[in-house]
């Protein structure tokens, strides 16, 4: 996905990557470009075994954008009597030094088989055993790759949806399993800080429970009110609502403290329990 684009329709994407699959035996790789970013893709099969990868290289022209890019170059080794990858070597132009200098200068940045990823082998086992190190945010490895994935240019940092977006992006290739991910993983997150799954309430449902609610708690309130035997009674149903604020109040906040309700969710849902509670008080 790029620009809120994706890079082939959804049917067709569908049917590219069921042909990976099922020629994943004699695919010794795929080689994409056009993303002005360095990353990598794998491709698993139905039982969820990694079975064929993409590279995708860094262009050499450079995008005037919040995720511009450093121009990069890349030279691949293979074994030419089998067409195994072995390694590749990423090249950069500092271009910020370039335009200092007025001088272009070319360096290597990294290898792929070295220290900077540490893999054994280029395989689609080992990139997938390296995507999986990403979803740990404090993994170093991750940050080698995020400040690859713009040649260097990046100075912000990537966590949190960031992250997940560059995860869920490599390892499900798949538009919907794409989104399914995102949902899945954003969940695991929020229960990482401290949310704990299966109480977060969707908003809209949240509001037809509520609209469904308040008003019957409201007309019951009226009707104890009423029924008291003189005006001074209704005082003393208000006095009731007053007094039992603080009480259904402070008991609402950790409720919704629990649950992760919206902070309106959460106000509204104070008020509904002060009026039961002040209804019950006062037919008491």
Known sequence: MTLGHSSFTEKNNARYLRLVKR???IIQG????????????VVYNEVGKPVSWMMIAPSISPRRTS???NPAMRLYKFDTDTGQVLDYTQYYLDLEQANKLEEAVWQPEYNLTTYYYGLSE???LALHNLADRFNN???AQFMKYYRANSVRHATSTCEGVCLLNHYCAITRLDYREFHSCLETAAKALASKNGSPPGL???TCSLNRLLMATLPALLICWLLVASSCSSLDGVWSS?????????FAAGWMVTIGDVAKLSCVGATVWKAASVLLVSAFSCSL
């Open 238 to 246: 208000a006095a009731c609502i007053i007094s039992c604020w603080r």
């Open 30 to 41: 795929q080689f994409f470009g056009h993303l002005h970013s360095d990353s990598f893709r």
């Open 200 to 202: 977060l309430i969707p």
């Open 23 to 25: 020629y994943s035996s």
């Open 137 to 139: 945010a404090d993994d």
């Open 67 to 69: 995720d511009s890019n």
């Open 122 to 124: 280029v395989s689609s």
